[in-house]
């Protein structure tokens, strides 16, 4: 059966550290995979997205890997500040049937709470 | 900056009253999707609509829910009969279309059926 597990249900970090949060996933063959940040009581909100032929993706303090052959991404916050403290979730998506025409969907996983103390 | 938004934030029913959660996409957006959260669960998919047709739907979305763009900048989400186990955090999510995958969720309306 198909399956998304994101490494823990919960990370404590110190602040100014690196966070490294995993996700892994089994029978599935993603098109592209997200990951969201989850604040509590709110709706996700888009991080970074990267593409199953692209290997990383930056952008400012957050770094995304895809490795489609061990079936797992990486999702790096460095310099981390209580600021960043959440929920953190990636979400699988599937190629659409008719791609550009069909608006898919997105499978997310169980979240891992990312805790930075200062 | 443009946001998605839903309403209401709080939507308390009785079992097996119909009820309408209400979501106002982001203007150009082209994708429109539900998904649900159970408290303390995950997000899960519900369904994704594209040119006035649904696009998919998952196994959660059986024939007590409907879903409808009456116009230019609403979509909507209806339960029939509501159950004690559609109690939930329903998103309302768009996206750009043209084969852009980001979705912008909006804040949720907090279903309770009592």
């Known amino acids: 059966s198909q399956k998304i597990e994101q490494n823990s249900e919960a990370l404590n970090i110190q602040e100014g550290k690196t966070a490294t949060l995993t996700c892994n996933y089994t029978?599935?063959?993603?098109?592209?995979l997200q990951w969201y940040r989850q604040d509590p009581g709110r709706g996700p909100v888009f991080l970074l997205l990267?593409?199953?032929?692209?290997k990383e993706k930056r952008k400012e303090r957050l770094k995304v890997t895809f490795d489609t052959t061990l079936k797992q991404s990486l999702f790096h916050i460095t310099a981390s500040q209580p600021a960043d403290s959440a929920t953190y979730l990636c979400?699988?998506?599937?190629?659409?049937?008719?791609?550009?025409?069909?608006?898919?969907?997105?499978?997310f996983g169980d979240g891992t709470t990312l805790t930075v103390k200062p | 900056e443009p946001e998605v938004t839903q309403t209401p934030s709080h939507q308390v029913t009785q079992m097996g009253q119909e009820v309408i959660l209400r979501c106002v996409p982001i203007?150009?957006?082209?994708?429109f999707y539900w998904y649900r959260q159970i408290l303390g669960q995950k997000v899960e998919f519900l369904v994704s609509?594209?040119?006035?047709?649904?696009?998919?739907k998952s196994e959660i979305f059986d024939d007590q829910f409907s879903v409808e763009r009456p116009d230019g900048s609403n979509f909507t989400l209806k339960i029939r009969s509501t159950k004690l186990e559609d109690s939930a955090m329903y998103f309302c999510?768009?996206?750009?279309?043209?084969?852009?995958?980001?979705?912008?969720f909006g804040p949720g309306t907090r279903l309770t059926v009592l």
């Open positions: 999510a768009s996206g750009p279309g043209q084969g852009v995958a980001t979705q912008y």
């Open positions: 979400a699988l998506d599937m190629p659409p049937t008719i791609y550009n025409t069909n608006a898919g969907k997105s499978t």
């Open positions: 029978n599935y063959s993603p098109a592209y």
């Open positions: 609509f594209y040119n006035n047709e649904i696009s998919e």
């Open positions: 203007s150009n957006h082209l994708y």
């Open positions: 990267i593409r199953e032929n692209e």
